[in-house]
């Protein structure tokens, strides 16, 4: 299995955990959910879907309006499958939720896992968020050693576009610092019931209250 389509099949168990979907709706969440799946098409979809009923993790079933199937066969057309998540699949889904190896560091692996952040274990939330700041940190420090021995072959416009990419990893390392700091403050702090209710971070305790911001995208770093 690529990496990518492990990726993919990570995010549709996660969102069919949410609720039954058929092909369409199921597109439309990863589309606008996911960034990272924008590019990517029905003829990716579909083979992923079958493969996950084949391992037993999903099962097909008919629309939920007989009337709508009737219609559909009238017109020719195939009634919508809506896929559900069996209770092997939401087993295999938390295994999936529960590791923080290497791989969970990647920009699009990490960009999938922090999408489910809030269906996942306050400590395995930690280890993922602390492996990715130190893959970045890494790559950072690349990166400045590199901009430092090529600079002077560059003319500004590359220059820039390296300061660019610095910079955006740069960003991404503060928010994870912010991050992890509230992780860490949820998991320390010993709240009464009162102030538990006053919280509106709610179970998942450890997203910081950005005003006016948004999580950087993984994709914008132009020069890994």
């Known amino acids: ?25 199921l597109r439309k969440r990863l589309n606008t959910s996911l960034g990272i799946f ?19 993790w999903l099962i097909e079933e008919p629309g939920s309006a ?43 692996h990490f960009a999938a896992r922090f ?3 809030g269906q996942t274990e306050r400590e395995v939330r930690m280890r993922v968020l602390e492996g990715r700041r130190s893959r970045l940190e890494e790559r950072l420090e690349k990166m400045r050693a590199s901009l430092v ?7 500004d416009y590359t220059l820039e576009l390296q300061r660019h990419g610095m910079e955006s990893v740069e960003r991404e390392v503060r928010w994870l610092n912010e991050l992890i ?8 702090q010993r709240r009464s019931p009162d102030a538990a209710q006053q919280d509106i971070t709610g179970d998942t305790g450890g997203l910081p209250r950005h005003r006016g911001t948004t999580p950087p995208d993984p994709s914008e770093d132009i020069a890994k």
């Open 1 to 25: 299995m690529s990496r990518r389509s492990g990726i993919l099949e990570f995010a549709v168990l996660g969102l069919l955990r949410e609720s039954p979907m058929h092909g369409y709706e």
């Open 66 to 108: 007989p009337e709508d199937a009737v219609a559909a066969s009238l017109a020719g057309r195939r009634a919508k499958i809506v896929y559900r998540l069996t209770a092997d699949g939401k087993e295999h889904f938390e295994e999936l939720l529960s590791h923080t190896g290497p791989d969970t560091w990647e920009d699009e």
């Open 115 to 117: 999408a489910f952040f």
């Open 181 to 188: 700091e509230s992780e860490r403050a949820g998991r320390d």
């Open 38 to 56: 924008r590019a990517f098409s029905y003829g990716t979809l579909y083979p992923c879907l079958k493969t996950l009923v084949a391992s037993g």
């Open 149 to 155: 021995r090529t600079r002077e072959r560059l003319d």
